[in-house]
C-alpha cells in the first residue's frame, strides 16, 4: 500500500548477502512483517519484529528496525538461489489489518 | 487440506459478468481475511470476517464487491457486473483467531485466485 515503500528490485551473487529496505509511515504500528511469495504460491510470513525491538535475528535472516526513521530492513545472510522471490514488507494498521509494500523482487545468480 | 484453499485458481471472464470465488480456511481458524493483489503491487485487504460475521469491509472498493462467510468456515467473494480493472489475483489468508493475528500477524495465506476480466 501507499503507507508502505520499498524498493522494486534486487539482484545478488549467490553467497553474498541481501539487503531490502523498507519505509513506513504509522508510526504507532506495533508490529512490522517480513513476507516473502514465491512464483505461483501464496505469502509466506518469514520474520516480525515489534516495535519495541531494534534487531531480531532468526538464522540467516536479520531484521533491523529504525522507528525514529521509519525504516526496516531485511538482511539475508549466503542468499541462495531458493531465495529468489518476491519480498513485501507489512505493517499491522489495527488489531488485524496488515498494509503492504509493493515488494521487493529479489533475483539470485549464479 | 493442511493449508487455505482457493478455488478456481483462474478465472477468464467478460466485462459485465458475475464471479464468485471460493476460500476454504484452515480447519479451526475463525479469522479470515480477503485481499486484493493487482501486477507489481502489493496485496490491499478489503475485507476480515471473525466468524460468520464481517468486522470490517472497509476494503471494499463499491457495491459490486460482496463477501459472505455463512457458516463461519468457507467464503465466498462475489463480485458483480465485473469490470477490467478488477482483473487481479484474490488472496484469501486465515489464522487461528483474531488475537493470534494481533499478537504476531501470522495469517496463513492461500496460492489466490487469478482472475481476468477481457
Known amino acids: 500500500g501507499e503507507d508502505v515503500e520499498q524498493s522494486l528490485f534486487l539482484s545478488v551473487r549467490e553467497g553474498d548477502s541481501s539487503v531490502i529496505n523498507c519505509t513506513y509511515t504509522?508510526?504507532?504500528?506495533?508490529?512490522l512483517y517480513w513476507y516473502k511469495q514465491e512464483p505461483g504460491a501464496g505469502l509466506q510470513l518469514l520474520t516480525y519484529?515489534?516495535?519495541?525491538?531494534d534487531m531480531k535475528q532468526d538464522q540467516r535472516l536479520t531484521v533491523l528496525l529504525n522507528k525514529k526513521d521509519k525504516h526496516l530492513s531485511l538482511r539475508i545472510a549466503d542468499t541462495q538461489t531458493g531465495d529468489s522471490a518476491i519480498y513485501f514488507c507489512a505493517e499491522k494498521d489495527n488489531d488485524y489489518k496488515l498494509s503492504f509494500g509493493a515488494g521487493t523482487t529479489v533475483t539470485v545468480r549464479a | 487440506g493442511a493449508g487455505v484453499s482457493q478455488t478456481p485458481s483462474n478465472k477468464v471472464t467478460e466485462k459485465g459478468k458475475y464471479v464468485e470465488l471460493r476460500c476454504d480456511p484452515i480447519?479451526?481458524?475463525?479469522?479470515l481475511y480477503w485481499y486484493r493483489q493487482s501486477l507489481g503491487q502489493g496485496p490491499e485487504f478489503l475485507i476480515y470476517f471473525q466468524g460468520t460475521g464481517a468486522a470490517d469491509d472497509s476494503g471494499l472498493p463499491n457495491d459490486r464487491f460482496f463477501a459472505v462467510r455463512p457458516e463461519g468456515s468457507v467464503s465466498t467473494l462475489k463480485i458483480q457486473r465485473t469490470e477490467r480493472g478488477d482483473s487481479a489475483v484474490y488472496l484469501c489468508?486465515?489464522?487461528?483467531?483474531?488475537?493470534?493475528?494481533?499478537?504476531?500477524?501470522?495469517?496463513?495465506f492461500g496460492e489466490g485466485s487469478r482472475l481476468t476480466v477481457l
Open positions: 489468508a486465515s489464522s487461528l483467531t483474531g488475537q493470534g493475528a494481533v499478537l504476531t500477524g501470522e495469517l496463513f
Open positions: 504509522d508510526s504507532s504500528s506495533t508490529y
Open positions: 480447519s479451526g481458524h475463525t479469522a
Open positions: 519484529i515489534f516495535s519495541n525491538m
